[in-house]
């Protein structure tokens, strides 16, 4: 079993190493690439609940006769070309 003198001997060992500034970078690095990937997540996640929503929005306009099916359609169509282009975004 690791007592606590122990566990702080090591901890002190590692710190004193030449290796300490590599593995804290090293660990600060893998942290960040974590964040980013769940902050990418996250983003594409709700990025697809606001089209939804959209299309949801748009197609009770449509149903109650507030709007033009091919208006709608436009809608839905505009900004399309671009919207998803690899490598504009933070999140490719």
């Given at each position: ?8 001997q ?35 996640v709700?990025?697809?609940r ?16 507030t ?7 436009a ?18």
């Amino acid at each position: 079993m690791l007592l606590l003198a122990d566990l702080d001997q090591i901890i002190h060992d590692v710190i004193r190493s030449p290796f300490s500034i590599p593995l804290a970078a090293i660990i600060f690095g893998c942290g960040a690439w974590m964040v980013r990937g769940i902050g990418c997540a996250v983003s594409r996640v709700l990025g697809a609940r606001g089209k939804e929503q959209t299309k949801r929005e748009l197609a009770a306009y449509v149903a109650e006769g507030t709007l033009d099916p091919d208006k709608a359609a436009a809608i839905l169509d505009a900004g399309r070309p671009g919207a998803n282009v690899k490598g504009q975004g933070t999140c490719t």
